[in-house]
Nanobody, 123 residues
Framework: HVQLVESGGGSVQAGQSLTLSCTAS?????VAWFRQSPGKEREGVAK????????YFADSVKDRFTISRVDFGNTVHLEMNNLKPEDTAMYYC????????????????????WGQGTQVTVS
């Protein structure tokens, strides 16, 4: 069973940046970030394909967030720029255990592994 470990969360002021990292203990394919604020449903933020060629972003973070893969694909970074108070949430890393055709959108049901989350607070 692959484990995902997130890091990099913290408290920042609006307009500042943070980079979240997700490290997998084994081979994973598409990796995504989701977030959840108190009282709200979990929502997709961004995802990156196994080879790092394709990426997808939710409209709410497009043009502010970037996603990348390093370390032979075992680590994924989510660079968050120009943070806003509405970005405050627990951020979760998720990954797929198999190679699947690339599609747009972020459906939680298609991800097999989940991390414990890292808190991001923007004031």
């Amino acid at each position: 069973h692959v484990q995902l470990v997130e890091s990099g969360g913290g408290s920042v002021q609006a307009g500042q940046s943070l980079t979240l990292s997700c490290t997998a203990s084994g081979k994973v394919y598409t990796v995504a970030w989701f977030r959840q604020s108190p009282g709200k449903e979990r929502e997709g933020v961004a995802k990156i394909s196994a080879g790092g060629v394709n990426s997808y972003f939710a409209d709410s973070v497009k043009d502010r967030f970037t996603i990348s893969r390093v370390d032979f694909g075992n680590t994924v970074h989510l660079e968050m720029n120009n943070l806003k108070p509405e970005d405050t949430a627990m951020y979760y890393c998720a990954a797929k255990s198999r190679s699947r055709a690339w599609t747009t959108g972020l459906s939680q049901d298609t991800f097999d592994y989940w991390g414990q989350g890292t808190q991001v607070t923007v004031s």
